[in-house]
């Protein structure tokens, strides 16, 4: 496309919200077109940019935007729905890191894919991304080896394991040709006799200011190999989640994943 890809943010003033904006202003990639903030936010109708001669201002809907490329959400589940409308509407292609979501908006996703152009995860890391390919293909290459799943947070995170952490191990599962829910160990106390052949262990480590660590351990004889990533900087996320959208834009419908932009790559 010669011409920037016009981006709405759904979810612009949170965490995430915040770390795109920032990348996007002097990106000459993207033009924002929408920044969508929930109902009563202070910043609603205030310029998103400001000293731009002509900024978009902050909005708590979608009845001002107009010819947008691609929209990237990081909200919560009743504003990821609304903006699901939107992209419905308007054959919108929906890049989207909401988690939380209950079985009726998760299954208005799926039959989404159909019409749009869809790329959900719960971690836009890039090098996460990666990790992942690798692990698929380190349980496929060594299949008797034990695995365990290492993942470290801030004091705050309030789930456990994460995300991204189950993530790993439901990939690792898929590719030993079984499921998390029928692997997974997600804690060992006291006598808890020898380790399940087959099994996937979790450890979860919380404290400080660790922005994300994960590592995938594979455990042989004599041997062990570790996957690891460590993030330093929230807004690895947020370059993540760019880089999907510009690969996203013109895509055909469907359920797209962040291992296919790793891939078109190879």
Request: aromatic share 4%.
């Amino acid at each position: 496309m010669s011409r920037p890809l016009r981006l709405a943010i759904n979810g612009a003033t949170g965490r995430m919200g915040s770390a795109l904006m920032s990348l996007l202003d002097g990106d000459p990639r993207f033009e924002l077109a929408h920044a969508v903030v929930s109902p009563g936010s202070p910043h609603d109708g205030l310029p998103v940019f400001a000293g731009s001669p002509h900024p978009p201002c902050y909005a708590h809907d979608w009845g001002k935007a107009e010819a947008i490329d691609v929209v990237i959400d990081f909200s919560g589940p009743a504003a990821l729905a609304t903006a699901l409308d939107y992209c419905l509407a308007h054959g919108t292609p929906l890049v989207s890191g909401t988690t939380g979501i209950d079985a009726e908006l998760e299954a208005r996703l799926e039959r989404a894919g159909r019409s749009i152009a869809v790329m959900r995860a719960a971690n836009f890391s890039l090098g996460i991304a990666v990790l992942t390919r690798l692990l698929r293909q380190a349980a496929v290459a060594l299949p008797g080896w034990d695995l365990e799943i290492v993942e470290a947070h801030h004091g705050r995170k309030q789930d456990a394991p994460s995300g991204t952490a189950l993530a790993l191990g439901q990939a690792a599962a898929a590719a030993r040709d079984t499921t998390l829910e029928a692997a997974a160990v997600f804690s060992r106390a006291g006598r808890t006799g020898a380790r399940a052949q087959g099994s996937i262990g979790f450890a979860v480590l919380r404290g400080g200011d660790v922005v994300g660590e994960h590592t995938a351990m594979l455990l042989g004889q004599g041997e062990r190999l570790e996957l690891s990533h460590r993030a330093t900087d929230r807004s690895i996320f947020a370059r993540g989640a760019l880089q999907a959208a510009c690969w996203l834009s013109g895509r055909a419908p469907g359920h797209w994943h962040l291992d296919d932009v790793i891939a078109a790559s190879l």
